[in-house]
Every structure is written in structure tokens, then in C-alpha cells.
């Protein structure tokens, strides 16, 4: 990728986007999910994460209402990380990521926190050719982390 004289900083998204190959060798394949043994060896979900919430808010029902909004929100959060980088619209997607990594760790969500990190890292680097593994695994552990966090703290389904 040739590096471009009007960014601010490496991974800038507009300088991303300029050295993307579009096509379907790069997103929209069907891929099958295989699970990672190095993101597993990572907690699904870690409680002290809610806990430290709690203690930093000073309020004891904020951190488990963050956690059943991010819960309820898991469908939306997951399209449109998925439909951002499908559109190969870069800004969207490393946006999404980024908000995906953020609040996966603030409800201990080690695992997609993780995978979330990864996608955003690959995103910025202009290679699109792992996001579609990178979102099977972040469909997979999201969900897993979502019933995680209904079954430990008894939130409601969606």
C-alpha cells in the first residue's frame, strides 16, 4: 500500500481504504467457524470486570444494566460490525469494532474483547482477508458470551 502524504497517522481509515482490493476474494465468502484454541485458552467472562464497573460508578445497578444492555443490544452491535465490513465501508467497521472491544471488556468479555482487538487490528492494516474468519469467531464467542452473562446474572432473553 502506498503511503499517503494527507494522513494523520498510520491506519488512518481513509488511507486504509485506498490500498483495499474490493471483490469477493476478499469479504461476503461464506466461511465455516473453527474455533480458536489460543482465543479459547481467554476467559469467556470474567465477573471482576463488573465488579471493578461497579466500584468505579459508585453505583451498584449500573454495572449489571450495562451489562443487560449490552446483552440486548448484542444483535444490532453484531449486523452492524458484520454489515460494515461486508460494505467495505472501513470507517464503519473499525468504529464498530472499537465500540465492540470497548464494551466486551467492560462486561469482562475477555474472548471477544480479544477477537474484537484482532478484527480492528487487521481493519487498520487494510487486511480484509481474516475479517470473515474474524467475524465467525466473533459471532461464535458472542453469543456464547451473551448466554454467559444471561445465565450468571439472571438477565432476561432476548
Known amino acids: ?42 476467559p469467556l467472562l470474567e465477573p471482576a470486570a463488573l465488579e471493578a464497573l461497579t466500584e468505579d460508578t459508585g453505583a451498584p445497578g449500573m454495572a449489571l444494566q450495562f451489562a443487560r444492555d449490552f446483552a440486548g443490544l448484542w444483535d444490532q452491535r453484531h449486523a452492524r460490525l458484520r454489515n460494515s465490513v461486508e460494505q467495505e465501508d472501513l470507517t464503519m467497521a473499525i468504529d464498530a469494532a472499537i465500540s465492540l472491544k470497548v464494551t466486551s471488556a467492560l462486561v469482562g468479555g475477555s474472548r471477544l474483547a480479544h477477537l474484537a482487538h484482532t478484527l480492528d487490528t487487521a481493519l487498520r492494516q487494510g487486511n480484509l482477508r481474516e475479517a470473515p474468519t474474524l467475524l465467525a469467531l466473533i459471532a461464535i464467542h458472542g453469543h456464547d458470551t451473551i448466554a454467559e452473562l444471561r445465565r450468571q446474572h439472571d438477565l432476561p432473553s432476548a
Open 1 to 42: 500500500m502506498a503511503a499517503s502524504t494527507s494522513s494523520t497517522h498510520p491506519g488512518d481509515p481513509a488511507e486504509v481504504a485506498a490500498g483495499l482490493s474490493t471483490g469477493a476474494d476478499t469479504v461476503g465468502l461464506p466461511v465455516t467457524p473453527v474455533r480458536d484454541p489460543a482465543v479459547e485458552m481467554l
